[in-house]
């Protein structure tokens, strides 16, 4: 189980932190991906990290604003997210794989998904 929190209403230029506590897996080789979705669309790939190297992968658009960090102690991935811009508005998923590869930006690869968390950037 999957279990996201953290979002909230922020100005543009502010920050958020997210947090996906794990239960029920064997944290330490899952993989846990971050991606986000506004009604209508699809789901975009917003930040993972793999329970085999520590080397994170980013989306485009969030790269060097957003850090993804696992606490392999908690059992909980966070989402650092600064420089917000409205644009960053939607509903936040985490996910999560037994998956290590290289191909943790598509969503295809997690069989467990959270509730999602509701992240509001104004203007």
């Known amino acids: 189980q999957l279990q996201a929190s953290g979002g909230g209403l922020v100005q543009a230029g502010g920050s958020l932190r997210l947090s996906c506590a794990v239960s029920?897996?064997?944290?330490?080789?899952?993989?846990i991906g971050w991606f986000r979705q506004i009604p209508g669309e699809g789901r975009e790939f917003v930040a993972a990290?793999?329970?085999?190297?520590?080397?994170?992968s980013y989306g485009a658009s969030v790269k060097g604003r957003f850090t993804i960090s696992r606490d392999n102690a908690k059992n909980t991935v966070d989402l650092q997210m600064n420089s917000l811009k409205p644009e960053d508005t939607a509903v936040y998923y985490c996910?999560?794989?037994?998956?290590?590869?290289?191909?943790?930006?598509?969503?295809?690869?997690?069989?467990?998904w959270g509730q999602g968390t509701q992240v509001t950037v104004s203007s």
């Open positions: 029920g897996r064997s944290f330490s080789r899952y993989s």
């Open positions: 990290i793999s329970w085999r190297t520590p080397t994170p």
């Open positions: 996910a999560g794989s037994p998956s290590s590869g290289t191909t943790l930006y598509s969503d295809l690869r997690y069989p467990d």
